[in-house]
């Protein structure tokens, strides 16, 4: 059994924020990360035919305290700006150099997460709490730790967090809609008539389509469609082909492109379950009144990676106040 002051749960951008800040402020922390790498939803996929980020697009910042963090990323170049052909917004652009899963592995650096870690069940007594985890390769073992985080998307918090204190059944109202994301890649570039961001408008298929290649540091013609919320909600159970292809039937509807749209070389799904908060919490973080549980992430707040950060540092404030 490994003990430690505060067990963080999720290497996510909450998760990262959150540890370390307490780590800045001398506490001993320990950070577990089911998958086998740091960033969450701030991540990349590799191809052959390039890379995509298929989750968060791009930052932006809006409080003190991520602007900072953005031109630090910035300065050292893991971050670049972003003005694509259709960009709707006159605040800055931000994406990871040369993928957005670099912001998590920057961040990551000195933490030393435990990666492939997956806890499953938590338990308190006196003042001290058990979590038990399961590793990638089966076996099973127990971490020991004064407080223990959660800083993973609400519904998985309810799961770990629900039964130990009815405070954390206020997570009950917090609604995170799912994703379905596709990746392609086309031999013969789309053309100009083809802006590099373009959104849906309600009753589309497809919120969002971006051409990943026009991204800094990217190549190749590329692109990343993010599904709508509801569509991607009546579509959870159905095979990857269907959706594959009802996600082209929209991308040429809503490019215009028709039945010019090339045939792409390659298509790769990915199915986010907790993508985008739709309801949040309102508050920036939960915990229990013994201070021994608690919960952070963007579902706190608002659907932006930026609110992981908010809620992650309000969390170690409160941590490091006890
Ligand atoms: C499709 C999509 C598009 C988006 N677009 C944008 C955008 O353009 N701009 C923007 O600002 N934001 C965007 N977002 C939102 C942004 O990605 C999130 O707000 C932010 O990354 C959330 O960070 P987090 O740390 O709260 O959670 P997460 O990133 O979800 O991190 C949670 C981590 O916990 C791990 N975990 C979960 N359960 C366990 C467990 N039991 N044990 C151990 N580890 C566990 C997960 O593997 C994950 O790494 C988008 C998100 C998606 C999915």
């Known amino acids: 059994m490994i003990g430690t ?12 924020t959150l540890s370390h800040h307490l780590v800045d402020h001398g506490a001993h922390v320990t950070l577990i990360e089911k998958s086998g790498a740091p960033g969450g939803r701030l991540s990349t996929r590799r191809s052959d035919f390039g890379s995509f980020d298929h989750g968060a697009q791009y930052l932006t910042g809006r409080t003190p305290a991520f602007t900072a963090l953005i031109n630090h990323l910035a300065q ?17 652009w931000w994406v990871g150099q040369p993928g957005m899963s670099t912001i998590g592995k920057v961040l990551a650096r000195d933490l030393g997460p435990r990666f492939g870690v997956r806890a499953t069940g938590i338990s308190c007594r006196d003042g001290r709490c058990d979590v038990q985890v399961e590793h990638s390769d089966g076996t099973q073992t127990h971490f020991s730790a004064r407080r223990v985080v ?50 849906g ?37 159905s095979d990857r082909e ?18 010019d749209l090339p045939v792409p ?21 939960i915990g229990n009144a013994d201070n021994t549980l608690f919960a952070c992430g963007d579902w706190c707040l608002e659907a932006r990676a930026e609110a992981a950060h908010q809620s992650g540092l309000a969390l170690a404030d409160h941590i490091i106040s006890l």
């Open 5 to 16: 002051d505060v067990l963080v749960i999720g290497a996510g951008l909450a998760g990262l």
């Open 76 to 92: 050292d170049g893991d971050i670049a700006a972003w003005k694509p052909r259709g960009k709707d917004s006159a605040r800055p």
């Open 150 to 199: 959660a800083a993973i998307p609400a519904p998985q918090a309810l799961e770990l967090l629900g039964s130990l204190d009815p405070v954390f059944t206020a997570l009950e109202k917090v609604r995170m809609a799912p994703c379905w994301t596709a990746m392609l890649a086309f031999e013969t570039p789309l053309g100009d008539e083809v802006q590099d961001l373009i959104r």
């Open 201 to 237: 408008h309600d009753g589309d298929a497809l919120a969002l389509i971006a051409r990943n290649g026009s991204k800094p540091g990217r190549s190749g013609e590329t692109f990343v469609l993010h599904a709508a919320p509801d569509w991607s909600r009546a579509r959870l159970g």
């Open 242 to 259: 269907s959706v594959a292809s009802a996600m082209l039937d929209a991308l040429r509807a809503q490019t215009g492109l028709g039945a």
């Open 265 to 285: 070389v390659h298509v790769d799904l990915h199915r986010w379950l907790h993508a985008l908060v739709e309801t949040p919490l309102d508050r920036p973080f």
